[in-house]
């Protein structure tokens, strides 16, 4: 908790700035999104309407979006020396072949699956992709 704390002071410029390019970006999707529901008679796809409309399409997504979580706050560091290359490979070939079986879909995944695909994707990342010392 000590090292934690320490990262953290030392660090506190980065986050100030990451939390500000993340509030950016945030509010830049927003306002494009409220752009683009004005101009929706105008036949350009809103976000609300890509995520409702195609949801069978973003399994993938759903997947990476867990992985990636567990990856950020749940790492696991391993003292073996081995390459991290392998775990990226085995994470990111499951991501592309879910692409490949989203695109074949025709209906869109249950709320069920869907949380399974996160859950999924999160212990992957978690068991297949540590972080090694």
Do not use: C
Not at 4 to 13: A, D, M, P, Y
């Amino acid at each position: 908790m000590k090292k934690l704390n320490r990262f953290l002071k030392r660090h506190l410029s980065e986050i100030r700035t990451v939390k500000i390019v993340v509030a950016a970006m945030l509010g830049l999707m927003v306002l494009i999104d409220l752009v683009l529901v004005t101009l929706e008679g105008k036949d350009f796809p809103t976000f609300s309407y890509v995520v409702k409309n195609l949801r069978h399409r973003l399994i993938w997504f759903t997947f990476l979006y867990g992985g990636l979580v567990a990856k950020i706050f749940y790492n696991r560091k391993v003292g073996e020396q081995e390459k991290e290359v392998t775990g990226l490979l085995a994470f990111f070939s499951m991501v592309f072949l879910l692409f490949v079986i989203g695109r074949n879909l025709e209906t869109a995944p249950s709320l069920f699956l869907q949380v399974l695909l996160l859950v999924s994707g999160g212990i992957l990342a978690y068991r297949a992709w540590p972080q090694y010392e």
